[in-house]
């Protein structure tokens, strides 16, 4: 028997109560039940006995399966900025500033976001459709039932897979990106690459990469904690499940960019 | 409100020699929003004995297995296991209770990435690290074989049919030797065949492992074939408890009414 819908009822949605319910209520009861929900998998993560083995299956499937994704996005975006920033560049006389300007643009932002955003909707949808999945067809329940507990077997391993891949996958981005700037330059102006790079990173300390590839490791916390809540809170069958793998991503990317607002500004403060 | 009708139990035949039942359910009341689904439910069962729990569809027959179990919390009452009750324990508390208990879901629950063997192995990974590989995989040979799987030990669960699932949970829920088995459903959607065969297997399984068992279900023609004792629920309650022969005899009208349409 499922459980019967709550004693709630539902509000016209255009009603001032309805609105209050939407804009308010809602978005409160959803936080409210997410910081539940970590507290649970925290909990879960700290004590034994640990799913090694199972963490080690999602760091694949996070980690190595996103690779090619990940490295085309850092490509194409290398050769955009490459192309974008010269056509700028040329107009102020500022071209000797190109290999910096996409260095500098790809390692501190545009890596680690587009990064980020590639993993949320790949990585994130798939942890949504999958844990939701498994709560429609009650797997969530049977293996609770097994003594296991699921915040620490799928929940916990989801999550840390997320936040020890991302920073990885990042500097593969930020190499890619560097890698196809310096080929759509050399196209049109032949460099050679280690002119380029001397370039690029001339004034760099480590300030410019470590704290911006670090930043994604709470982006991964972001991704993987809002795609294992949407999934195993699931109700609703096929209908549900879609809803959970949607809502992990547009839910994910969001965060993941107001993270970014005031990462970065933590980061030119405490980095600079 | 009809009174509920039960026969005059001998107490050795609820109580273990220390005056204990395995299992004790006492005065569950649930509800979900403002529709209550048990409303004072107590029950008791012995080791070696099956009890079947019937009733409409969406009586909380299925809710009263999953609070056993400890996967919805009752509003009030009580559940013991060997006389400790588990409402209050948290979850790796509960866990120490769940491995003595076996559950098989009413759709087998299996996990759909892993295969037949993998499946009934998946207990013994998390719980019996003291077995070597080569045990577990006998151990998993020789549940799948008990329950007549044991050719299609690298399927995966789309590839078989719903009756072969069934038997999988169910050598699933064997795995860890429970002293406590849960069906919910056991025969739901299967032809009356394989509904034969299920019984039959449950009936088999319970002689040789000598576990308790309560079976949820409202088909009545297997609660006769594999239970010891019945228990009806109507508006959340018991209304009668005893053998099926006991039942025929109560006077209460839903009770006949009941094993008429039945």
Redesign the interface.
Known sequence: MSAPPSGQRSLPAFSAAGLIKALINDPLEWFGNLTIFFWQVLRAAVTSPFEGRELVRQLDEVGSKSLPLVAMAGTAIGAVLSMEARFSLVQFGAKALLPATVVWSIIQEMGPIITSLVVCGRVGAGIGAELASMKVTEQIDAIEASAINPYRLLAATRILACILMLPLLTVVADGCGVFAGWLAQTLVEPISFRRFIDAGFNGATLNLFLPPTFKTAVFGLIVGLIASFQGMRTRGGAGGVGRAATNSVVLSSLFVILADVVLVKFILVFFP | MATAYKIPTEPEQVEQDNGTPILAVENLHKS????K?LDGVSLKISRGETLAVLGR??T????LL?II???EKPDSGSVRIHGQDIAGLA??Q???I??K?G?L???A????SLTVAENVA??LK??RGEMSESEKADRVKQLLAEVGMEGDLNKMPSDISGGMQKRVGLA?ALA?EPEILLLDEPTAGLDPISSAEIDQLVLTLQREHRMASIVVTHDLHSARTIADRLALLNDGRVVAEGTFEDLEKSDIAFVQEFLKQA
């Open positions: 979900f929003g403002n529709q689904v569809s969406g909380g027959k299925s809710v999953r179990i400890g996967l979850l790796d509960l866990g120490e769940r491995k208990m559950f879901f009413q759709q629950a299996l996990y759909d998946f207990p998390h719980h699933r860890l």
